[in-house]
């Protein structure tokens, strides 16, 4: 490697490192013209994985709080909180509608989900534990009608 890259390579990390925000405008600005040279590749990738992670987090995270709630619609007795609940699941429902993409769609494992919005209500409601499915008694699609 000769000393312009290593400086390059140096100024990446640095700036990487100590200002993510200039890094990432730097970075977008090098593929807009095409500048290979100038890209940031190994931190580039990271950050690109992580986005994905991250959104798919993002939907299974509304989808169990969806999930909880629509059970709570069903099962808790509680007319006061009715409305509530039915705006946070319109709240979740956007949520999953503004990020969901066919490929993040194959990568839910909405058995996974079920479980953990089940173990959170039931902290709330243990009284609901025989009466809650033992799996998901919907697919995907049903959960987000």
Request: hydrophobic fraction near 30%; glycine fraction near 2%; proline fraction near 2%.
């Amino acid at each position: 490697m000769n000393q312009i890259s290593t400086k390059i390579d140096q100024n990446e990390s640095l700036t990487y490192e100590e200002d993510f925000y200039e890094w990432t405008i730097e970075q977008s600005q090098a593929l807009r013209d095409r500048q290979l040279k100038l890209l940031d590749w190994d931190n580039l990738i990271e950050e690109i994985e992580a986005l994905g992670r991250e959104q798919l987090h993002a939907v299974e995270s509304y989808l169990k709080q969806l999930i909880a709630h629509r059970f709570k619609l069903e099962y808790v007795n509680d007319e006061y909180c009715r409305r509530g609940w039915q705006k946070e699941i319109n709240t979740f429902k956007d949520g999953i509608d503004d990020r969901l993409t066919n490929s993040l769609r194959r990568k839910i494992n909405l058995e996974k989900v079920y479980q953990r919005a089940k173990r959170d209500l039931l902290i709330d409601y243990p009284e609901l534990k025989t009466k809650l499915p033992e799996t998901s008694p919907y697919s995907l699609d049903e959960w987000l009608q």
